[in-house]
């Protein structure tokens, strides 16, 4: 079993930057690949970001592209998801998530753990 914990969100006004970090504890070794997901009030989860634990791969949403990066520290089990030039459409609960075993990043059905979430509010 793997715990996700999500931390780092908060206000912050449009043009703002913000980061996430997310901490893996457990049974990590098996994994393979975190990412980063939201989900805004009346809309579904949807992928923001995704990095392998070997480091040969990012992968971002469009939307995402040129403004947030995502970075890992396998040391210590941290993921993090740095944000910039945020925008109000940004606003949304973000999840981080692990798999042990992804062929397509960007499917949230392909992650096997998920952590509790952390509101991100970008004021205008």
């Known amino acids: 079993q793997v715990t996700l914990v999500e931390s780092g969100g908060g206000l912050v006004q449009a043009g703002g930057s913000l980061r996430l970090s997310c901490a893996a504890s457990?049974?990590?070794?098996?994994?393979?690949?975190m990412g980063w997901f939201r989900q805004a009030p009346g809309k579904g989860r949807e992928f923001v970001a995704a990095?392998?634990?070997?480091?040969?791969?990012?992968y971002y949403a469009d939307s995402v592209k040129g403004r947030f990066t995502i970075s890992r520290v396998l040391a210590k089990n941290m993921v993090y998801l740095q944000m910039n030039s945020l925008k109000p459409e940004d606003t949304a609960v973000y999840y981080c998530?692990?798999?042990?075993?992804?062929?397509?990043?960007?499917?949230?059905?392909?992650?096997?753990?998920w952590g509790q979430g952390t509101q991100v509010t970008v004021s205008s």
């Open positions: 998530a692990a798999g042990q075993s992804i062929s397509v990043p960007l499917r949230e059905d392909e992650y096997d753990y």
């Open positions: 457990g049974r990590t070794f098996g994994i393979i690949l």
């Open positions: 990095i392998r634990h070997s480091g040969a791969g990012t």
